[in-house]
């Protein structure tokens, strides 16, 4: 695709061509000509030419230039400052938010380049908005605006006027009220849609209301977490497409949200009944799943970071006939019975595995796989990018950074994870507690005889699991499930 695509010509006085960052809000970081290495700039960093900057998904940026005209950087978008010298500026945004305000004067001249547009400027203040895919909105808040597409076809904005370029060319001029009510309706539409990544509290509260009318299991209980807070929780299962299940907890403290949800698509419609289905998850004995994931999407939040799983490629293999000894199963859970059963020699289990998962942290690779054709087993995956490695005894210094039973004889246990320079690092802190906040003992749980027997006890405690990573800046996603739900739709057969 051209690389010079949105040129905004405007001419002002010369002068010195500095360009300095004069506001700063949360991190950017830049990368010089010819360099491959990031770093964090301060307030009052200057750019030079071949310079370019990134923010990050909080993050804002004003650059300001010698002669008093700004350009703001919105969150999550990339920049390079092409040149900047007497008589000449200019810029490319490849993707993310840019708004402008232009000094009027007399001789220089002011381009922005994006993937799919050009512009000729004839006013002060204009917004440009690039999608990951290229497809560029420009805005004219004051002046006007020559926008011409790829093909050499052009079109006039007046004061308020906006309009979309692709690779298929100009869209329609509307107005900036007209666009506002669209994308207001469209966000009502997604807020009413799901839970999803992205959103704030608010948002999230209300498409969580309209997805609880469509709910075949909900739950919900005030207690006190293990860190003695009171938290509201509220979960509930549906089934948003024939084929598909989402499970969704929310958890509301007086001082924060936290939130979760899973989403799975099956290799088949599902049953009325979907406790049918879910049953299957953890495998099947003697012969193939009839219902198995093809995929699904884990997502941890606190509305600022996230915690995002993802798995596509999903099949069934037999682990107990495969070349991979290690991965032979013994004892399985069995519907017939409604227990666990021990699994003799050569008894057939089949299991779900998948070509390809990644795992990230506030968008950063923690693990990843990918692989062409199905695996047979575990061994098989090729793995990509970053994969981070147990950190376990007797290699740790450091009890509260180590994988194991942090508490003896107490259900308080951890996950720990890291690159060999300790520089990427994620940690699950896992629990067991009563509604009061509680630890549970591994005593509590002794002498059950059975899968009926232990799901009995498990109704009278819940599950808390706290995740801190080397991205989240000394933040937490916390969150508390309750485990009825779990039971009553064969989440936990």
Known sequence: MAAVLLSIVLSFSDASAGVTISALTGTAQVRRPNTVSWNEVPTNYVLGAGDELKTDRSSRVTLTFDDGS????????????????????????????????VTKAASRRFSVRTPTAVCSVRGT????????DGRTSVELFTGLLGVQDQKGNEVLLKDGQRVDVDAGGLGKTQGL???KETNKEAERQQIKREVGLEMNKEQILAAASEEIKQALYQQGKVMTDVNGNRVRIEEYILRPSPN?????????RPDRFDYFFRTGTFNTTLPDDLSTALRQLPGCIGAACTYFLTGYQTAWSNTSDTVLETATGGHQVNLNANADATDNVTKAFDPAVNDFVALPAGTAFFSTLFNVYTLKFNGVQHTGWTNGADITSMADRTFTGTNLALLSSPNCTNLDFCTGNREPGSFHDIVYRQNVGGTIWDKFDNYIIDDKGTVAKHSDFAGLTNGAEYKKRLLDFNYQQIITASEFGGRRIDLVYEPKILMQSGLIP
């Not at 945004?93 to 402008?100: E, M, Q």
């Open 244 to 252: 598909s299940f989402k499970f969704v907890v929310l958890n509301e």
């Open 177 to 179: 009220d007209e666009k």
């Open 70 to 101: 700004r350009v703001e950087l919105g969150p999550n978008s990339s920049y390079v400052l092409q040149e900047t010298k007497a008589g000449e500026s200019s810029m490319t945004l490849s993707f993310g938010r840019l708004k402008a305000w």
């Open 125 to 132: 203040e204009f917004g440009v908005d690039v999608a990951q």
